[in-house]
């Protein structure tokens, strides 16, 4: 039996000198903020498989609802 070999890449890192917030300030336009919620999981399925039927993202889904509710 022949010993298989593996090669483990170094982990990416980022490049010197590199702002997190200026990256996510340039992937959104404006600063982001984490929201992080428990919900039920029985709320989360539904909530999951009603954004896939619809063939929508469950972050712009929350994006939308938020920004419905609290228009500006």
Excluded: Y
Excluded at 11 to 36: F, H, I, M, N, Y
């Amino acid at each position: 039996m022949s010993k298989k070999q593996v090669t483990i890449s170094q982990k990416p890192q980022r490049a010197a000198g590199a702002d997190v917030d200026a990256w996510v300030r340039e992937r959104s336009g404006e600063p982001s903020k984490r929201l992080t919620i428990d919900i039920p999981a029985s709320l989360h399925a539904r909530f999951k498989s009603r954004c896939a039927l619809q063939g929508i993202n469950m972050k712009r889904a929350i994006l939308n609802l938020l920004n419905e509710k609290f228009p500006e």
